[in-house]
RNA sequence: GAGCCCAUAGCUCAGUAGGUUAGAGCGCCAGGUUGUGGCCCUGGAGGCCGUGGGUUCAAAUCCCAUUGGGCUCCCCA
């Protein structure tokens, strides 16, 4: 590589052609489904108001904590968004959604921002989607989101995921259940781990979510949340598996599992994948019936998911799965000499303006070149065209897997290439 | 923030008892067909062997540093 040239930040990456057509596909699965579910969608800002991703993560966790993009300029503050559920919910209050009646629901695309050590299914740079049902706290929400997520995997063709499923319970729920367990780690918190150490006195609940060696032990051990739901919350989650039985939506419950940003709370859930090596989520979501009082709101409930297109991608790949196709045009003009290539621009324009996709060589090459280049690109048919041909208004029209020539009208060869050629 | 691995042409990679002008396949360009692709043949372009220093008569090869990349921990999508 050159000395004075240029390469993406450590954790960005370029989508080449090749792959953007498979990122093309899986965003058509995910707006198709999105229409068959009636999620509607909601475009915010890649920059936010720090503020407000801080205080609707929360100031204690990783992302806010250190892994944050973040810029002043002037007075305001900016940061990269690193999730779009906050975002979706300050656009919610904002534009005052609650008015337009009834629950939102609404859904995204787009690139998210966390400084954090690329690996395997992590950048630093990198995209979800997701939905957000905002307006209600019945069971049936839930499982809406729920059956949303895993349809569009089961779309693609991702069929060897696994749900889990649990409840983390509300504020009270949650107190006695934090007050089990600092009952229960305290006489052996010096055997903990470092890590879970600080834990207890940050948030408890996450030593169960600890991969070290030392605390296995006691983790399995351990108070389970669903013993401390009080009574709402128990219900709810009751709730929400009827729901998914009903729906044929199969899970495993896992009480163990904890999300990591702070809002959340009653419902949990993750996909996950075994073909995404150690970063196994697929995608995560819950409930979180505090996040819009905690950022300006009046109490709204809501419950919403958050899904990683890379890794959507990597599973894809694993089980062999190639979305979408590499584009090929119906036709490609090859030109020989200056008068021809006039001709030709205007006949893309024609062939174009029929549906039919064309190209031709833009480099003045040898006629050779161009024919090259035309079957590198998988041209169906070719146009080439001469001082013959312009003398006699008849164009040559090759037909490329077949290697047979006609000489035609432009009028002809429409009609010949109409309808457009089917292609995959 | 911590650990491990890697670094030779556009891509995938050969190339160590250190020794003359650094290789292959694929890809790219051109010729064989003065207007015709795919197969074949021939030729060509393209590397200061990631960068800097050291050891040596001599370094892609040994040593140190540095940069970049990959993976893992942490955490998350």
């Known amino acids: 590589m050159a000395k004075d040239s240029f390469r993406t930040h450590h954790g960005m990456v370029d989508i080449l052609p090749g792959e953007s057509e498979q990122w093309q596909a899986i965003e058509k699965i995910i707006h198709d489904t999105a229409r068959e ?45 690193p999730e779009c559920t906050a975002p979706v919910a300050r656009a919610y209050i904002q534009h005052h959604l609650d008015q337009r009646g009834g629950t ?22 990198f995209h979800q989607f997701g939905a957000e049902l905002i307006g209600s706290d019945a069971p049936a929400a839930d499982a809406e989101i729920i059956a949303f997520m895993v349809r569009i995997y089961e779309k ?11 409840s983390v319970g509300d504020p009270e729920s949650r107190r006695s259940y934090q007050q089990a367990l600092h009952d229960y780690f305290r006489p052996i918190l010096g055997q ?25 032990p006691f983790i399995a051990d351990a108070p389970l949340i669903t013993d401390y ?23 495993t419950e896992d009480p163990r599992l904890v999300r990591g940003l702070d809002y959340y709370t009653k419902t949990a859930f993750e996909l996950v994948s075994p073909d995404l090596g150690s970063q196994d989520a697929l995608g995560g979501g819950g409930r979180y ?27 894809c790949e694993a089980l ?86 006609q000489m035609l009208t432009p009028d002809e060869i429409l009609t010949r290439l109409q309808p457009p050629v089917q292609s995959p």
């Not at 904590?65 to 002037?74: C, N, P, V």
């Not at 819009?292 to 991608?313: K, Q, Y």
């Not at 021809?340 to 062939?351: D, E, H, S």
């Open 37 to 81: 579910f009636h999620f509607r969608e909601i475009r915010t800002p890649v920059l936010e108001p720090t503020e407000l991703i801080a205080r609707g993560i929360g100031q204690l966790t990783d992302i806010v904590s250190k892994e944050m993009f973040t810029f002043s300029r002037g007075e305001d503050n900016y940061v990269l968004r």
């Open 104 to 125: 939102q629901k609404l859904y995204y695309i787009g690139p998210m921002f966390r400084a954090e050590r690329p690996q395997k299914g992590r950048q630093r740079q």
């Open 289 to 315: 019936d505090l996040l819009i009082e905690e950022i300006g709101g009046r109490p709204t409930p809501a419950v919403g998911f958050a899904s990683g297109m890379e890794r959507f991608l990597i599973a």
């Open 229 to 251: 739901l009080n009574e709402e919350c128990r219900n709810h989650y009751a709730g929400v598996k009827e729901r998914l039985d009903l729906l044929g939506i199969s899970y």
């Open 156 to 166: 693609a063709g991702i069929r060897n995921t696994t749900l889990k499923l649990n």
């Open 320 to 405: 062999g799965i190639t979305p979408g196709s590499d584009p090929v045009p119906d036709v490609y003009i090859v030109t020989r000499g200056d008068e021809a290539g006039k001709w030709g621009l205007r006949m893309l324009k024609t062939l174009r303006e029929a549906g039919i996709r064309a190209t031709m060589d833009f480099a003045a090459r040898s006629v050779k070149a161009q024919m090259k280049d035309a079957n590198r690109e998988q041209a169906r048919f070719c146009i080439i065209v001469g001082e013959d041909e312009l003398k006699q208004g008849r164009f040559t029209l090759r037909n490329m897997s077949e290697s047979d020539e």
């Open 192 to 216: 903990l781990s470092e890590i879970s150490q600080q834990r207890f006195e940050t948030n408890p609940m996450r030593i169960l979510d600890s991969k070290e060696e030392e605390d296995q």
